[in-house]
T-cell receptor, first 112, second 116 residues
Framework: KQEVTQIPAALSVPEGENLVLNCSFT??????LQWFRQDPGKGLTSLLL?????REQTSGRLNASLDKSSGRSTLYIAASQPGDSATYLCAVTDNYGQNFVFGPGTRLSVLP | GAVVSQHPSWVICKSGTSVKIECRSL??????MFWYRQFPKQSLMLMAT?????????EQGVEKDKFLINHASLTLSTLTVTSAHPEDSSFYICSANRLAWRETQYFGPGTRLLVL
């Protein structure tokens, strides 16, 4: 059974710092991996989607990498801003990308 | 873009009543819709998968008689929490796959349920 973990569980940084969020999964037979952002009491916002054949994806200040063989992904946030404060979830899928398994999330606080 | 809506966004009900939550794909047809539940400070957990016109597939530990799912059309799935109890209070999120893009899943904004 696929299990997804995320480290750290919580992170507090001053504005402007570059930071890395980590995601690990136990079964490397994934279809894709996706990073989401969730604001308190809100739904999910998709940030980056990496197909299993890809190594990384970039969007603005965000860069996500994927090492499928080792079961790891990292989300790199450059020049963090207070507006980046949220919970970041990673999720992997199998079977044509339908069934998501979510990690527990990393709660990020960026202090002004 | 592909938009998934949920209604209501907030619901408060008394213990013992039933609550229906709708999930709609507004501008695309969805082959499959998924229902997730998220308890405070926990991650999302898949409850069930529903395909249009067929019975939903429930994850282990989810009571199918308590959480009734109806996927009546390619744009609408409903989740009914029957005889709700305070422990059912949670954040419920649905997602949908586009008909032609099976690997792309779009998430609704979520429905927060509070059972008193």
């Amino acid at each position: 059974k696929q299990e997804v973990t995320q480290i750290p569980a919580a992170l507090s940084v001053p504005e402007g710092e570059n930071l890395v969020l980590n995601c690990s999964f136990t079964d490397s037979a994934i279809y894709n991996l996706q990073w989401f952002r969730q604001d308190p009491g809100k739904g999910l916002t998709s940030l980056l989607l990496i197909q299993s054949s890809q190594r990384e994806q970039t969007s603005g200040r965000l860069n996500a990498s994927l090492d499928k063989s080792s079961g790891r992904s990292t989300l790199y946030i450059a020049a963090s801003q207070p507006g980046d404060s949220a919970t970041y979830l990673c999720a992997v899928t199998d079977n044509y990308g339908q069934n998501f398994v979510f990690g527990p999330g990393t709660r990020l606080s960026v202090l002004p | 873009g592909a938009v998934v809506s949920q209604h209501p966004s907030w619901v408060i009900c008394k213990s013992g009543t039933s609550v229906k939550i709708e999930c709609r794909s507004l501008d695309f047809q969805a082959t499959t819709m998924f229902w997730y539940r998220q308890f405070p400070k926990q991650s999302l957990m898949l409850m069930a998968t529903s395909n249009e016109g067929s019975k939903a597939t429930y994850e282990q530990g989810v009571e199918k008689d308590k959480f009734l799912i109806n996927h009546a059309s390619l744009t609408l799935s409903t989740l009914t929490v029957t005889s709700a109890h305070p422990e059912d209070s949670s954040f419920y999120i649905c997602s949908a796959n586009r008909l032609a893009w099976r690997e792309t899943q779009y998430f609704g904004p979520g429905t927060r349920l509070l059972v008193l």
